[in-house]
């Protein structure tokens, strides 16, 4: 065994959240698994869930070995299930093989870069099965391979859900985001109309500067109509959306029905028949979803979960995914962040406050062995 250290988060009965960076024993790898030196993870909004599990971030104070913040009635009735457990933290990230078991498989991969989604990566060392590891391309770099899996995989994972469902076109919410790109790259390399929503102009020149043609503001006074003329064009009948909370959804589908029925075709008071679907896959606003009910009764509304969508796929087209991923990890997949963390700074409460926010230009990365 060796020592090493991770980030851990725990809720006690008295409704807090403790947040840790704690020292643990590395048994030595199984067989058929490998240990990792962990070296890049990216914070991601579903990391955000189990770090914080809904506290509010501005209740946080440090303790001497990290930080404790409090939750609200509504917010522990839902994390009952894990009061006392100390759970790692961190979906994916990537690092160097640094030992490996005795099965060949394991052994073939020492010394080698790799990533994973295994949990827990918010660690200095992390043992996997040899299985679980995405090797990646000679020379990548582990800071470039950490966020292999829960973006790239998803971005794919919509023009998938596209095509699966009968589709051809598809609308993105905070499409400016690291996803928001990797999944505009994917679009023009596969000529997929894709109806990108942002909040900002300058996120407008970003898109565009990057080859999207329809780049909607939702900030602008001609929005909707801009955004039925473009869903007319486009043909666009899913959408995918990260915000979840508030009107969204209904803007959403009421635009798609609207584009339905530009065409003067026979009125009928239950809406058109073109079905419209939206998926809510993130929450940046925690809100309800309001539905108005103002598009028909052909549409759908779900959650979209990577994990689900990969169980359906099954595992031979999730590797030729995983597989794609690794050959365009530093063009379709690339990622950019605005922070570089240790695991102590992760406990920082300016830190905190800035990566908590979600925002589209502020994405951190951990590096557990700084």
């Known amino acids: 065994m060796s020592k090493a250290t991770r980030l851990t988060s725990t809720i006690s009965s008295d409704s807090k ?13 199984g067989p058929d698994e490998v240990l990792i030196a962990v070296q890049a993870a990216p914070i991601n909004p579903s990391d955000l869930g189990l770090l914080l599990a809904g506290a509010d971030v501005s209740t946080a104070s440090p303790t001497q070995s990290g930080l404790v913040l409090s ?9 009952t299930g894990r009061l006392g457990q100390a759970l790692p933290v961190g979906n994916e990230g990537a690092g160097i093989v640094i030992s490996a078991g005795a099965d060949e498989d394991a052994q ?3 010394g080698q870069v790799v990533a994973v989604l295994a949990g827990g990566m918010y660690a200095t060392h992390r043992i996997v099965k040899a299985r679980d590891c995405l090797v990646l391309e000679e020379g990548t770099e582990p800071l470039d391979a950490a966020a292999c899996f829960v973006n790239p995989l998803t971005a794919l994972g919509m023009t998938e859900t596209m095509r699966l469902e009968g589709h051809s076109a598809l609308i993105h919410t905070a499409a400016a985001s690291n996803l928001g790109q990797m999944l505009n790259r994917i679009c023009i390399d596969e000529e997929i109309p894709l109806v990108n929503i942002v909040r900002r102009e300058e996120q407008v020149e970003l898109l565009r500067a990057q080859g999207a043609r329809y780049v909607q503001d939702s900030t602008s006074p001609d929005f909707r109509s801009e955004l039925v003329d473009v869903i007319a064009e486009t043909g ?5 959306d990260a915000i979840g909370g508030g009107e969204s959804t209904t803007e959403l589908l009421h635009a798609m029905e609207l584009a339905a029925n530009s065409d003067g075709g026979e009125y009928s008071r239950y ?13 940046l606003d925690r809100g309800p979803t309001l539905l108005r009910r103002n598009y028909g009764m052909a549409w759908g509304v779900g ?10 796929i ?4 999730s590797s030729q995914l995983r597989q794609r991923v690794a050959a365009e990890l530093t063009t379709t997949f690339a990622s950019s962040y605005s922070h570089t963390l240790s695991l102590a700074a992760v406990l920082d409460i300016d830190c905190l406050n800035r990566y908590s926010q979600m925002t589209t230009s502020g994405k951190s990365l951990v590096c557990p062995q700084l």
Do not use: C
Not at 17 to 29: C, G
């Open 17 to 29: 959240v403790h947040l840790n960076v704690e020292d643990f024993e590395v048994p030595s790898p």
């Open 71 to 79: 939750l609200s009635d509504s917010a522990m009735a839902g994390v």
């Open 108 to 110: 073939a991969l020492l």
């Open 236 to 240: 666009a009948t899913i959408g995918f």
């Open 271 to 283: 809406g058109s028949i073109t079905h419209k679907q939206l998926y809510i896959y993130g929450g």
């Open 303 to 312: 959650g979209w979960l990577l994990p689900n969508f990969l169980a359906k």
């Open 314 to 317: 099954g595992s031979e087209r």
